[in-house]
T-cell receptor, first 111, second 110 residues
Framework: SQTIHQWPATLVQPVGSPLSLECTVE??????LYWYRQAAGRGLQLLFY??????ISSEVPQNLSASRPQDRQFILSSKKLLLSDSGFYLC??????????FGPGTRLTVT | RKEVEQDPGPFNVPEGATVAFNCTYS??????FFWYRQDCRKEPKLLMS???SGNEDGRFTAQLNRASQYISLLIRDSKLSDSATYLC???????????FGKGTRLHILP
């Protein structure tokens, strides 16, 4: 069966520090992967999506970046965090045209 | 007009009642529609896809009205465990763009 992992589960980082969040998928190959952010009291915002290794599409310009170094690995990064980067970060993949699954998420608090 | 709009609620409904909420979308090229459920501080989980002819899954019924550009979710015989936020999701098949509504909060009252 397919599984999607994210780590860390929670993170508290000071403003200006770097960030690296990892997402990995098991049990499938060449998945379409997505990064979302959900800020407190707000909807899910699509940040990046990737259809393959090295292929990244950005939806929202910001101080975040994403990379797809391996087929089943998707990484979200920042060189310098802002307070506004706090939120719930979710990785997701489309199993089929009608099924999208989310990882357990990383709750990031920037202090 | 926002791409996907939902009434944020909260809807406070007594256990056993029927509740319905809608979601409107602005892009007529939208092709696929879904309802997700999100519990507090958890990831969203697929509740059901919404088909053009409407579909039912137990106590849940989803409908699509392309002419008026909205989808709906009906929950019958509501349970305490139905308390959650329900997210409307629209997917563009052309470019796989996915748009989430901000969700409707539902509280089932004992």
């Amino acid at each position: 069966s397919q599984t999607i992992h994210q780590w860390p589960a929670t993170l508290v980082q000071p403003v200006g520090s770097p960030l690296s969040l990892e997402c990995t998928v098991e049990g499938t190959s060449n998945p379409n992967l997505y990064w979302y952010r959900q800020a407190a009291g707000r909807g899910l915002q699509l940040l990046f999506y990737s259809v393959g290794i090295g292929q990244i599409s950005s939806e929202v310009p910001q101080n975040l970046s994403a990379s797809r170094p391996q087929d089943r690995q998707f990484i979200l990064s920042s060189k310098k965090l802002l307070l506004s980067d706090s939120g719930f970060y979710l990785c997701a993949w489309w199993k089929s045209s009608y099924e999208q699954y989310f990882g357990p998420g990383t709750r990031l608090t920037v202090t | 007009r926002k791409e996907v709009e939902q009434d944020p609620g909260p809807f406070n409904v007594p256990e056993g009642a029927t509740v319905a909420f809608n979601c409107t979308y602005s892009n007529s090229a939208s092709q696929s529609f879904f309802w997700y459920r999100q519990d507090c501080r958890k990831e969203p989980k697929l509740l059901m896809s919404v088909y053009s002819s409407g579909n039912e899954d137990g106590r849940f019924t989803a409908q699509l009205n392309r002419a008026s550009q909205y989808i709906s979710l009906l929950i019958r015989d509501s349970k305490l465990s139905d308390s959650a936020t329900y997210l409307c999701v629209v997917k563009m098949n052309r470019d796989d763009k996915i748009i989430f509504g901000k969700g409707t909060r539902l509280h089932i009252l004992p």
